[in-house]
T-cell receptor, first 115, second 111 residues
Framework: GAGVSQSPRYKVAKRGQDVALRCDPI?????LFWYQQALGQGPEFLTY????????KSGLPSDRFFAERPEGSVSTLKIQRTQQEDSAVYLC?????????????FGPGTRLTVL | AQRVTQPEKLLSVFKGAPVELKCNYS??????LFWYVQYSRQRLQLLLR??SRESIKGFTADLNKGETSFHLKKPFAQEEDSAMYYC?????????????FGTGTQLKVEL
């Protein structure tokens, strides 16, 4: 079946522009996660949804970052007034249920470059 | 706070040699530990996790709570093992199931 998909795969933005990154999780998956991966680093947690509820947004680096999942399926990560330090790969992952042992399936990521 | 440390950015071994990728963690509660792998031009995927106690592609990992380590081992490296490996941690209770990753180790298996 189809895995997690993300779009666009690549995004170049000028500093100060707003961007929106989309994640389509595996159908029926309850949990959805966003991670940020800077060059040479491991992924870092940004935020977590259980269905449409955003249960944890402790990893969002500033109030310029906003995520939503209004119908409990597709999610959008929005970054306002992008800065150069926002350049990274943004990964989305989904899992079928709520247990910590449930596998998180990752998308291919969106590579954001801010000039 | 939880932290995962992978001390080696790059590990180069010859085909057929044993492999050990190091992972140490710090967490005050009970963690679940994972190894994720990313092959060239592919997405991040789960390799194995402690709770399953399984061997995947010949790899095993043992949780040592005394040394707070979860090293990944394979007795005989294969060329197809060349990839980026990430150790990750998630709280078993009370912390949701977000993952905290290490910085990764690039494994290169040479012929």
């Amino acid at each position: 079946g189809a895995g997690v998909s993300q779009s666009p795969r690549y995004k170049v933005a000028k500093r100060g522009q707003d961007v929106a990154l989309r994640c389509d999780p595996i159908s029926g998956h309850v949990s959805l996660f966003w991670y940020q991966q800077a060059l040479g680093q491991g992924p870092e947690f940004l935020t977590y949804f259980q269905n449409e509820a955003q249960l944890d947004k402790s990893g969002l680096p500033s109030d310029r970052f906003f995520a939503e999942r209004p119908e409990g399926s597709v999610s959008t990560l929005k970054i306002q007034r992008t800065q150069q330090e926002d350049s990274a790969v943004y990964l989305c992952a989904s899992s079928s249920a709520l247990a910590v042992t449930d596998t998180q399936y990752f998308g291919p990521g969106t590579r954001l470059t801010v000039l | 706070a939880q932290r995962v440390t992978q001390p080696e950015k790059l590990l180069s071994v010859f085909k057929g040699a044993p492999v050990e990728l190091k992972c140490n963690y710090s967490y005050s509660g009970s963690p679940e530990l994972f190894w994720y792998v990313q092959y060239s031009r592919q997405r991040l995927q789960l390799l194995l996790r402690h709770i399953s106690r399984e061997s995947i592609k010949g790899f095993t990992a043992d949780l040592n709570k005394g040394e707070t380590s979860f090293h990944l081992k394979k007795p005989f490296a294969q060329e197809e093992d060349s990839a980026m490996y990430y150790c990750a941690l998630s709280p078993l209770t009370g912390g949701g199931n977000k993952l905290t990753f290490g910085t990764g180790t690039q494994l290169k298996v040479e012929l």
